[in-house]
């Protein structure tokens, strides 16, 4: 029994880390994406410039919005990466949640 529940907690934490990088690899295309119109609309210098301009009602800049997403992706995938598969965010009957 113990071996069932192992390879259930195995494949389900295959099924996160797999959900997880397809996630990722999606919003870091969106992120290509945005970079690849800025630059192709306003040339490579211009795009910098607006790129790094701090918006005011913001106050900040996308550059600064896209590191900081950025660092919400990476710390998904190291929680993922370093949770091992016996933990109950895997064997728990709930959905977890991860809560910043």
């Known amino acids: 029994f113990n071996i069932i529940k192992m390879m259930s907690a195995s494949t389900k934490h295959y099924h996160l ?47 600064q919005h896209y590191r900081h997403s950025m660092d919400h992706l990476e710390l998904a995938a190291l929680v993922a990466a370093s949770t091992p598969a016996s933990s109950s965010i895997f064997t728990s009957p709930t959905t977890a949640s991860i809560t910043p």
């Open 17 to 63: 880390l797999r959900s997880l990088c397809k996630a990722n690899q999606a919003i870091l295309s969106q992120k290509l994406a945005l970079l690849d119109v800025l630059t192709s609309n306003h040339g490579a210098d211009r795009a910098a410039v607006l790129f790094s301009k701090v918006c005011p009602i913001a106050g900040a800049s996308v550059g």
